[in-house]
């Protein structure tokens, strides 16, 4: 059973929506709704591209790294964001801690109310 705070991996789109290269994506929120369609943000290993007090980093001296199943320190990109069907995921690998759950999923209703 997917639930938040679940790293999964999957083919991100580029911008443009051609296809991507399978990388990490954080399931934020389930959509409503009758389908298992889920909220994502992607990983990015280019770290320098990570906004200040918008993205999150995951270091690997972080609390959550191991469980996470990054192999590397990685940015979770806050505003690289998707809604994909529980389909297109491919399984996952491990999960990150509530608390940074909840603090991205702040900075991103921040984002949207138009509050940072």
């Known amino acids: 059973m997917r639930r938040p705070g679940q790293v999964a991996l999957m ?3 580029q911008v443009d929506l051609a296809p991507g ?7 934020v929120v389930r959509v409503p709704g ?4 889920w909220l994502v943000c992607m990983f990015s290993t280019n770290l ?12 690997s001296d972080a609390n ?16 690289r964001l998707a ?8 399984g996952t ?8 759950l909840r603090r991205i999923q702040q900075t991103l209703a921040c984002w949207i109310r138009g509050e940072g």
């Open 11 to 13: 083919s991100f789109p």
């Open 34 to 37: 009758p389908y298992e369609d």
């Open 93 to 100: 690998i491990g999960e990150i801690d509530d608390a940074r």
């Open 21 to 27: 290269k399978r990388r990490p994506v954080l399931l």
């Open 83 to 90: 809604v994909v069907s529980a389909d297109l995921l491919v």
């Open 48 to 59: 320098q591209q990570a906004l200040p007090d918008f993205d999150e980093v995951i270091g």
């Open 64 to 79: 959550d790294f191991h469980k996470s199943g990054l192999r590397v320190p990685s940015a979770i990109r806050v505003a």
